[in-house]
């Protein structure tokens, strides 16, 4: 079937088979693989999207159900080819090892700071915990998010 | 061929970063990586590439009577469907021993075997059309308990391990056997302390599953772009599989998302090379997760009984241990984890007697090999509850007791090895129990900051408060007289401006734990020059340079990048103008065990060693068995931090897989058949398990390795399971010999 997605501000229109992902589709019809695959069941955030200013799993939106939706992947945080804050911040800190986890926490760390500005530990702890990492133990993820908030957006 | 050169390079093209040997440096890869641009296996893509789906076995132990893939090459979308009977070269593979069949013909050995592959055009028609083949299994009993398999028919009639230098043990389903004699192995002493201790099936869980692409090359070879930790070696196991001569396959590393030891056994790479040599078409394979859990090997399960006799002051005079792992179906690593198991069985203390058994069985369970520590990480959770065990019984502070009889240079190992070099464990254990743990925080807090966290399960009533403490050590880099060499490439010439630019090419896997990183450092600073650049990994151009694991990496790699970068810069200065020179280091030699006494044959079985302490507070609310580990305080052996920021990061990662195996890892398996193969029912480690990890570096240089580094990857995971369940029997009281320890062993 045809559907037409809006990602970071671009319109696509695509042929997708009905059962596929929006993470499917992003990945492998739209050529936007930063959000990553590591579970397809929303368990681990790796392909964590903004879909109408929410974070989701797009391992568990279906690629139909996003049209006429504003799709917000990791490609689409920098813009005029500066580092989104939090970027910057996780490459500073050393909150990146493999990067498998980085777009997903990305994501969910920049929607976490556009709703809450100033988090204290607790807070980054609870919304950071749907995002899995295998590398780090969390400390420098911890670091990044507290140098990005104090930052401006 | 519309190969995505531009995407396999990035993250190894950008040389941004800039700091030499011992400064902090951001990762050469951390923007690509930040952007989501770095190219992970998984993100790869050709034109015309086929998706492969991997058919697997529903049984642990059966007999295969027949495979009708008719059904399946009927269905729409597949390309081609493969069995036993399409592998063109060798049946069987294995990291150390051939004993794995590519894929299953008359027998499958373990729940989740390959037994057939599918090629289609999209992945869901893979899927579909694998379901059509039909497989009729007869199913025969499955060996699935450590302790009987020695009894059981032998599920390898040829015993593929035999003639390898191994203790002569004629039982069955023996993988391997250690028996290590030390001193008087009856030695008594004035007191003594036993305990039977088990560990259950970790799993690495990285965070990429496994993936590679395939891509023909139109003269019989093939490329694959693979997550791997040894390029030279999977393709040593790859080009027979396929029939062909190792240079007409080229294994190239792509975007890593992760290893922990999971990537050192072959995964889709014979497979994906099969298929796209079939279909002459790009071949890309990805696991699920369900299919990574059971497409990789994992940590062995032990039982380990263990009695340590010593004096009433706290001298340990004899220790005593028998050990037995659980190989599962195929060989892999197991041996060298058995020797590790074996090896540093009595923790880093000095004894003069001791009597260690170590044996590693084959059984219908899910394989078992590599995973981060492996076989110290098992034999540090007994010797340090041991440790506790008799500090407890002697009235001894149980950091006085390790102190008392921690090992230093000129000591004998229950090997033979004199300790030489680098091996500040008294040290370690001073600097760890000198942090500060932080008070109790008052009541009430946020159910955040408690057991039971947001599921809001106490207010602070039943909540006890434990401090345990635990010391362990490994080995750095390969043992028993392999010779694990590194390889490294440097071209220099003559740039723009008349400026010196080099490029370094070494087959070292980036995992994720910051090798290039290391590369890079040291090239700058032994060339004294920004303009260096690392080559993609590939085995094409540059020999091996072994694997990384064994913490061995940042060793070897530093010492084959120095070596070549030296004798590349003397040709240079010596007015050549274009040099390329390719230089192998080796570590020291190290010698094999005697079989029979289990004491090395020569100077020394291992290389060098590291060692870690740690120091753990947790709150266990005792009525619910629930749990919130508060803080960590550790102090890690580390020789020389070359980026030490990269060096905190591996001991706070390290730290964390260590705590989920104390309180939540676990393989689960019923007859051999995996219940647990997901993320949802397998657990690891979220942000709201993870306490603050304060680390400190102890940086006392090892003598013979480059610039006195040693390994710091594997320290943390060994020691830190053994110090979290050392607070929790501390805030509970109970024995807690089994882990992960469950809330039904904490709660009252």
Redesign the interface.
Same mark, same amino acid.
Request: aromatic share 8%; charged share 20%; proline share 4%.
């Given at each position: 079937m045809k559907i037409t997605l809006r990602v970071n501000g671009d319109v696509h229109e695509t042929d997708v088979?009905e059962?596929e992902s929006l993470l499917f589709a992003l990945?492998e019809r739209l050529g936007?693989?930063?959000?990553?695959?590591?579970?397809?069941?929303g368990?681990?955030g790796?392909c964590s999207v903004l879909l109408d200013g929410e974070l989701v799993c797009s391992c568990l939106v279906l690629a139909a159900q996003a049209e006429g939706h504003d799709v917000v992947?990791?490609?689409g945080?920098?813009s005029d080819g500066q580092?989104h804050p939090v970027?910057?911040a996780?490459?500073?800190t +050393?909150a990146?090892?493999?990067?498998?986890?980085?777009?997903g926490l990305?994501v969910a760390t920049a929607d976490l700071l556009a709703h809450n500005p100033d988090p204290n530990d607790?807070e980054?702890?609870?919304a950071?915990?749907?995002?899995?990492?295998?590398?780090?133990? !969390?400390?420098?993820?911890?670091d990044a998010v507290r140098l990005a908030a104090g930052r401006p957006l | 061929m519309n190969l995505p050169s531009n995407r396999l390079l990035q993250g190894r093209e950008s040389q941004l970063e800039l700091g030499r040997v011992g400064e902090?440096v951001?990762?050469v890869?951390?923007?690509p990586?930040?952007? +989501?641009?770095?190219? !992970?296996a998984?993100?790869l893509f050709a034109a015309g590439m086929l998706w492969g789906h991997t058919v697997r076995s529903p049984h642990a132990h059966a007999r295969i009577v027949e495979i009708d893939i008719s059904q399946a090459l009927a269905m729409p979308g597949v390309h081609a469907v493969l069995t036993h009977d399409d592998v063109p070269g060798a049946r069987t593979y294995g990291l150390e021993f051939s004993d794995q069949p590519v894929l299953a013909s008359d027998r499958v050995r373990y729940f989740g075997e390959a037994v057939a592959l599918v090629a289609a055009e999209?992945p869901?028609q893979a899927r579909r059309a694998a379901e059509r083949i039909a497989v009729e299994y007869e199913p025969l009993e499955p060996v699935v308990d450590p302790e009987r398999a020695a009894e059981q028919p032998p599920l390898h009639e040829e015993n593929p391990t035999a003639g390898h230098g191994f203790r002569d043990d004629p039982r069955p389903n023996v993988l391997r056997s250690i028996v290590i004699r030390h001193g008087d192995p009856d030695a008594e002493g004035e007191i003594s302390v036993s305990g039977v201790y088990e560990l259950g099936m970790q799993d690495?869980?990285?965070?990429?599953?496994e993936s590679g692409l395939a891509v023909p090359d139109a003269e019989g070879g093939v490329d694959i772009y693979v997550a791997t930790q040894w390029l030279h070696v999977d393709r040593d196991q790859v080009a027979p599989c396929l029939g062909l001569e190792k240079e007409q396959v080229r294994i190239h590393l792509s975007?890593?998302?992760?290893?922990?030891g999971g990537r050192e056994d072959l995964s889709m790479q014979v497979h994906g090379a099969m298929l796209a040599l079939h279909t002459s078409r790009p071949v890309k394979m990805?696991y699920?997760?369900e299919e990574s859990f059971v497409g990789h090997v994992h940590r062995h399960p032990a039982k380990i009984w263990m009695e340590h006799r010593a004096t009433k002051a706290g001298r340990l005079v004899n220790v005593r241990a028998r050990i037995l792992l659980d190989g599962g179906a195929y060989a892999s690593s197991s041996a060298a984890v058995t020797s590790n198991a074996a090896c540093f069985a009595v923790g880093p203390y000095q004894v003069e007697n001791a009597l260690i058994e170590c044996t590693c069985l084959y059984s219908n369970n899910p394989p078992c090999g590599a995973m981060r520590g492996f076989g110290a990480v098992q034999s540090c959770f007994a010797h340090e509850a041991q440790m506790d065990k008799l500090a407890a019984e002697l009235g001894i502070d149980p950091v006085e007791l390790r102190l008392l009889n921690a090992l230093s240079p000129g000591d004998t190992l229950p090997t033979g090895q004199k300790v030489a070099g680098s091996f500040p464990a008294a040290e370690v254990i001073r600097r760890a129990a000198e942090l500060r743990v932080p008070e109790p925080e008052e009541l009430p807090r946020?159910p955040?900051?408690l057991p039971g966290g947001?599921g809001n399960t106490t207010h602070g009533q039943g909540v006890k408060r434990g401090v345990g403490f635990a010391v362990g050590f490994k080995n750095v880099c390969y043992s028993e007289g392999f010779d694990d060499s590194t390889a490294a490439r440097v071209k220099l010439w003559k740039g723009a401006d008349d400026e010196l630019v080099g490029e370094v090419h070494c087959a070292a896997c980036e995992?994720?734990?910051?090798v290039t990183n290391v590369i890079l450092q040291v090239a700058r600073t032994e060339l004294g020059t920004e303009n260096v650049a690392l080559a993609p990994g590939s085995t094409a151009g540059v020999d091996s340079a072994g694997s990384a694991s064994a913490s061995r990496l940042t060793w070897m790699a530093a010492g084959a990048v120095r070596l070549a970068c030296r004798d590349a810069l003397a040709e240079y200065q010596a007015g050549r103008q274009v040099v390329d020179v390719e230089r192998t280091y080796h570590h020291p030699r190290t010698a094999p065990l005697d079989p029979e006494t289990g004491q090395v044959k020569g100077d020394r079985v291992h290389v060098a060693y590291m060692c870690a302490a740690m120091r753990v507070v947790v709150d266990v609310d005792v009525e619910l068995g629930l749990t919130r580990v508060v803080w960590i305080g550790t102090a890690q052996d580390v020789g020389k931090a070359l980026n030490p920021?990269?060096v905190?990061?591996q001991i706070? +990662?390290?730290?964390?897989?260590g705590l989920g195996l104390a309180l939540m890892e676990e393989i689960q398996t019923r007859d051999g058949l995996i219940t647990n193969a997901?993320?949802?029912d397998y657990l690891?480690?979220?942000?709201?398990d993870?306490p603050?990890?304060e680390a400190e570096l102890v940086e006392e240089e090892e003598p013979e390795a480059p610039y006195g580094v040693k390994g710091v990857g594997e320290p943390p995971t060994v020691v830190s399971t053994a110090a979290v369940v050392s607070a929790l029997r501390a805030a509970t009281g109970r024995e807690l010999a089994r882990v992960p320890v469950r809330l039904d062993d904490l709660a009252l």
């Open positions: 088979w059962g990945r936007l693989p930063g959000s990553k695959n590591a579970c397809e069941q368990e681990c790796s992947t990791v490609e945080l920098a580092l970027q910057q996780f490459a500073e +050393g990146v090892q493999c990067g498998f986890c980085t777009p990305i607790d980054i702890r609870e950071l915990s749907g995002n899995l990492c295998r590398c780090t133990g !969390y400390a420098k993820i911890f | 902090s951001r990762r890869d951390a923007i990586k930040v952007t +989501g641009e770095f190219a !992970y998984s993100d999209h869901e690495q869980a990285f965070l990429g599953p975007g890593v998302g992760g290893a922990f990805v699920s997760r946020d955040i900051r947001a995992v994720g734990q910051g920021q990269a905190h990061g706070e +990662g390290g730290t964390a897989q997901s993320f949802t690891i480690p979220t942000t709201l993870m603050p990890v």
